[in-house]
């Protein structure tokens, strides 16, 4: 079994920073790709960022371009979510996803964390 744990989320003033984490543990064999997603109350969730782990290229959606940035350390199985430059309709629940293969007879990894919310407001 795999866990996801994040961290990071809170209240935020517009123009403020605020930095997400996300710890795998468990039964993991390997991690292909880390990401971070959002849900707006109301909204369908949507991929905030997106990053390959071997090479570390990454992907963001056009909203959070120039001012997110997301980052990975292997060794520790995280993803992390540097934000700066929030704006209020930056206000959602963040989840994080883990794909990759599970320890357990190489099965396929697709783990998302509890979700963790970040509030952008005056």
């Known amino acids: 079994q795999v866990q996801l744990v994040e961290s990071g989320g809170g209240l935020v003033q517009p123009g403020g920073s605020l930095r997400l984490a996300c710890a795998a543990s468990?039964?993991?064999?390997?991690?292909?790709?880390m990401g971070w997603y959002r849900q707006a109350p109301g909204k369908q969730r949507e991929l905030v960022a997106a990053i390959i782990t071997r090479f570390g290229s990454t992907n963001y959606a056009d909203s959070v371009k120039g001012r997110f940035t997301i980052s990975r350390d292997n060794a520790k199985n995280t993803v992390y979510l540097q934000m700066n430059s929030l704006k209020p309709e930056d206000t959602a629940v963040y989840y994080c996803?883990?794909?990759?293969?599970?320890?357990?007879?190489?099965?396929?990894?697709?783990?998302w964390g509890q979700g963790t919310l970040v509030t952008v407001s005056s």
């Open positions: 996803n883990v794909k990759g293969r599970t320890g357990l007879n190489l099965d396929a990894l697709d783990a």
């Open positions: 468990g039964s993991i064999f390997s991690i292909n790709a």
